[in-house]
């Protein structure tokens, strides 16, 4: 629980988010533990389930990268200037996790491709055969998809997307 709490407070430490308890709202982020980690992109208006499974999801990074996506952000490898920055090997992607690299117009907020994004997959993920199912453009040796939490890109977009600025006064709370 307590690296849920973390993870939450996180956001506002380095932006104008603040996650708090529900009272009566009626758009509000329930975290649960379901099958796997997930969340819908972007907030869906009503409750919104966060699932943090108790095996393998509760991590700072993982609560990070969730959350994220209940903020609107999705995979860093789905960018819609991805194929600048990353080669997808769809012949060792498992066919059942295809989706999971299609492009997406995304606002990239004037921000360059992270390798180092909390929302960055690592080599072989949703691997069918142990072998890399991307590779970095034009260095394929860079590292990627190891962080340990939000990136100073995440926070970046974090910050543009809604509006956190230091005169910024009024803070977001979900």
């Known amino acids: ?23 009566n709202e009626n758009a509000y982020i329930n975290i649960t533990s379901r099958d796997g980690c997930w969340s819908y992109v972007g907030s869906t208006g009503n409750m919104q389930t ?21 903020l609107g952000f ?3 490898q789905c960018r819609s200037d991805r194929d600048n920055h990353i080669q997808v090997v769809w012949d060792n992607v498992s066919d059942d996790h295809k989706h999971n690299f299609n492009v997406k117009q995304t606002l990239n907020q004037g921000t360059p491709y992270d390798y180092n994004s909390v929302m960055q997959y690592s080599k072989t993920v949703f691997s069918k ?8 453009i034009p260095d394929p040796n860079v590292v990627f998809g190891k962080a340990t939490q939000m990136s100073q890109n995440d926070i970046d977009r ?13 803070s977001r709370s979900f």
Request: negative net charge; proline residues 3%.
């Open 1 to 23: 629980m307590q690296v849920i709490r973390n993870g939450l407070d996180s956001f506002s430490t380095v932006s104008c988010i603040h996650f708090i308890p529900r009272t």
């Open 50 to 70: 966060v699932s943090l499974a108790q095996n393998g999801c509760v991590y700072h990074q993982i609560v990070q990268h969730e959350l994220l996506h209940a």
């Open 74 to 76: 999705n995979h860093e």
């Open 129 to 136: 055969n142990g072998q890399a199912t991307m590779i970095p």
């Open 158 to 170: 974090l910050k543009l997307l809604y509006q956190c600025c230091e005169y910024f006064s009024e």
